[in-house]
């Protein structure tokens, strides 16, 4: 028997931006409108593939030097594109305001060619992207709601249908919302927005309307390990686990030695290099995974693995995303058995998007694994320009909460730890 390759024939690369709700995060809040790079891997054999990564200005060179180097690679060799990936030296550029911490530049810039090519893989055997990675473990992968404090609109724009959530009960409808129309049964808060005290009543507010879900709180490093060890007994018995209270894997070792609940990160454990260090300090007790910056699919099976060996849980890390990478998202969420958690997606508060037609139904907070072949999601042509059209026009080429906050809040600093 002969194998044929499938060859890597080109690599588009189309930063867009799509609109986004003024969020609140210890770092600032959400820009007008949120960036994101969609990437179509074409092959001498016809098929295409996708992935969607991050679109800040450095990302985005690497991308297209990544883009250039794998040009005639087969695309069952993701090593070897790994291997030209790494060969390019990617920046080390801190993506998502660094929310994220220090992730792998090989690692992030692979991440979305890896996805294309597993894509296009599961179009040529015909099977869903999840059947490549293992099989589907489970029918539909649970998610959390993301509730977020939240502004009733952008300055100087009319208010979205969200309304305003500064305080307990703004959070609490949010909750509701969201609860009530994706059916959700697991909530997580973003803090570090406000001081620890009004948090800890959000939660409340929230274990008193919700008593049955499991709840989170993610202050993205906003406080001092005394002031997160004070949380965390205030809130024994009411989180999950606490995600990110303090800076560093010290700092969270330290709170960890205190704390009643497990501490989960996406900040001080977002490379491989990290996870050594943590576990001999005991710093986490759960990974958020991120395809993203793990190094695509694959990659994040073999952190599954690492976390599964050591007993740590594991769940998924999300930004503001579109629905390439919430398919990507699902099929390898699908295909982990030791997912322990409901993952994240910022998926609810987006109202645009490049996948056509409605690809995602949320039923009890789950979403089924698409059954097509490859990711299962295709690009509406239409949109995708208008996305770009609009990234053009937008004017933003990085995120920069922490900017945008400041042009509203004059004198208004970044901080970390704030309390
Ligand atoms: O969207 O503001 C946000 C989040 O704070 C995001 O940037 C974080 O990376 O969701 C993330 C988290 O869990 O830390
Ligand atoms: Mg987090």
Known sequence: MTTTSIRITGVTVTPVAFTDPPLLNSVGVHEPFALRAIIEIATDAGLTGL???????????????????????????????????????????????????QTAATDRVFSPFEVACLDIQGKAAGRPVADLLGG??????????????????????????????????????????????????????KGGVFPPVQEIEAVRALRDAFPDH??????????????????????????????????????????????????????CVVAFGHVPPAIRANAVQVILSDHHYWGGLRRSQLLAGICETFGLGLSMHS????????????????????????????????SQDVVAGTPFTFRGGSLAVPSGAGLGVELDRDQLARLHEQYLACGLRNRDDTGYMSRVVPGYQRKQPRW
């Not at 990564?53 to 090593?79: C, F, N």
């Not at 990478?325 to 322990?340: C, D």
Request: overall charge negative; some cysteine.
């Open 214 to 267: 499991p709840l989170r709180l993610d202050p993205n490093a906003a406080w001092t390990p005394y002031t997160s060890v004070k949380v965390a007994r205030q809130l024994d018995g009411v989180l999950e686990y606490l995600e990110d209270p303090t800076p560093g894997i010290d700092g969270m070792a330290e709170v960890a030695r205190k704390a009643p609940m497990p501490l989960a990160t996406n900040m």
């Open 319 to 350: 930004n503001s995303h579109l629905g390439v990478s919430l398919a990507a998202m699902v099929h390898l969420a699908a295909a982990v058995p030791n997912l322990t958690y409901a993952c994240d997606t910022h998926w609810p508060w987006k």
């Open 51 to 101: 992935g969607e990564t991050y679109a800040d200005e450095k990302h985005l060179a690497a991308l297209r030097a990544a883009a250039a180097a794998i040009e005639g690679v087969d695309v069952y060799r993701t090593e070897e594109i790994y291997r030209r990936v790494q060969a390019l030296h990617p920046a080390e550029t801190l993506v998502s305001s660094g929310l994220v911490g």
């Open 136 to 189: 589907a473990v489970r029918d539909a992968v649970p998610f959390s709601a993301y509730l977020f404090y939240k502004w009733a609109e952008h300055p100087g724009a009319d208010a979205d249908d969200w309304g305003e959530a500064l305080d307990p009960d703004g959070i609490v409808a949010q909750a509701r919302r969201l609860v009530d129309g994706y059916g959700f049964t697991a909530l997580k808060l």
